[in-house]
């Protein structure tokens, strides 16, 4: 069994704001209603290296990246992550758009 330290260092999630509205990017894909502004989330696990220079994040058996509003996304969290683990960009710093 995994102790509650553990679990809560074992998901990481980065939530992206994409700076776009619905009409853009489709309906919130948790609540299915209409998003001013929509987040994107993406879930990673501890992936635990062979040696310190192979520690990291992964996104082996994780949720699926979702878009929607940042509470709903926040709500699919698994129970027990730090709020530390928890990373929130704007999509114009880190991803391109396309079009």
């Known amino acids: 069994m995994v102790n509650a330290s553990a679990r809560r260092s074992a998901y990481a999630y980065r939530l992206v704001n994409m700076q776009e509205p619905s009409s853009y990017y489709g309906p919130c894909e948790v609540c299915k209603n209409h998003v001013s502004e929509v987040f994107m989330m993406a879930e990673m696990t501890a992936s635990p290296g062979l ?8 996104f082996y058996l994780c949720t699926a990246h979702l878009f929607g509003h940042r509470e709903c996304l926040i709500g699919r969290q ?12 704007d999509a114009s ?3 391109g758009k396309c079009g």
Request: zero cysteines.
């Open 51 to 58: 040696n310190k220079r192979m520690e990291g994040y992964s």
């Open 78 to 89: 698994r129970v027990g992550t730090a709020m530390d683990a928890v990373s929130v960009v």
């Open 93 to 95: 710093q880190s991803v």
